[in-house]
C-alpha cells in the first residue's frame, strides 16, 4: 500500500508535533499551511531556526536574554533602572512576563531553573553565587523573590534567603510576590500553595 503522504511532510510534521502544546493536528495544520506558502518564508523561518542559537546569548550579570552583539543586558545598562531593586526569576521569559506590566523599574537576576531534588538541580547549577556577588557590586537594598509559586519554587526562594543570612547580608530587604486566589477560581479547585499565600496574606476589611 502507498504511503498517503510524502516522507518529507511526515518528517516536518512529526518535527513539528515535538513543540509544546503542538499536538498531532496542529502539527499538520501547520506543516500543510507552510507547504501551501511561498518558498520564501521557509526559507527565511529554516534560517531563523538555525541561527537563534547563535544570535541570543545570556547576559554575564543578570543571565537574561540578549542579542550576541550585546555586552549585557539593555535593562541593566539603562541609567533610567534603579540598581538597587532586583527582581530574582527563574528563567529568561519571567523578565518578559514582569517587563509586559509596565509596572517594575528595576533590574532582574535570573537563577536558570529552580533547586529540584528529583530533576538532578541543585543550588550549584543555579546563578546563586552570581547573585550574591551583585548584591555588593550593585549595592542592592531589596531583592524580590519572584520565583514560581511552586514547591521548588518556594524551596528556592527559601534557600537564598539561609544565604544571604549566612553571608551576613541581613540588611538588605528581602520580599515576595504577593500570591493569592485568582478572581473567579474556586476555593475547592485552588492548590495547596495558593491557599496557604491566600491566608497568609489575608487583609482585614
Known amino acids: 500500500m502507498n504511503k498517503v503522504l510524502p516522507g518529507a511532510l511526515t518528517d516536518l510534521i512529526d518535527a513539528l508535533g515535538v513543540l509544546p502544546g ?6 499538520e495544520r501547520y506543516a500543510y499551511y507552510l507547504l501551501r506558502q511561498e518558498k ?7 534560517g531563523l531556526l538555525e541561527t537563534i542559537h ?17 555586552e549585557v543586558s539593555s535593562l541593566y545598562a539603562s541609567t533610567e533602572r534603579d540598581k538597587a531593586v532586583v527582581a530574582v526569576v527563574e528563567n529568561p521569559f519571567d ?3 514582569i ?27 543555579l546563578h546563586i553565587p552570581e547573585l550574591l556577588k551583585r548584591l555588593a557590586s ?20 527559601l534557600y537564598i534567603q539561609k544565604q ?23 476555593l475547592a479547585y485552588a492548590d495547596q500553595i495558593t491557599i496557604q499565600h491566600a491566608l497568609s496574606g489575608r487583609k482585614t476589611l
Open 22 to 27: 503542538v499536538g498531532q493536528r496542529t502539527a
Open 40 to 46: 520564501a518564508m521557509s526559507r527565511r523561518l529554516a
Open 54 to 70: 547563535e544570535r541570543i546569548e545570556l547576559c554575564p550579570v543578570t543571565f537574561a536574554f540578549i542579542d550576541a552583539s550585546e
Open 95 to 97: 523578565v518578559i512576563a
Open 99 to 125: 517587563e509586559s506590566t509596565g509596572a517594575y523599574n528595576g533590574t532582574y537576576h535570573v537563577l536558570g531553573g529552580a533547586i529540584s531534588p528529583i530533576d538532578g538541580v541543585g543550588p550549584e547549577k
Open 138 to 157: 550593585d549595592k542592592v537594598q531589596e531583592l524580590i523573590l519572584a520565583t514560581n509559586p511552586s514547591v521548588e519554587g518556594e524551596s528556592t526562594a
Open 164 to 186: 544571604l543570612e549566612d553571608s551576613g547580608l541581613t540588611k538588605i530587604k528581602v520580599t515576595r510576590l504577593a500570591r493569592g486566589l485568582p478572581s473567579g477560581v474556586d
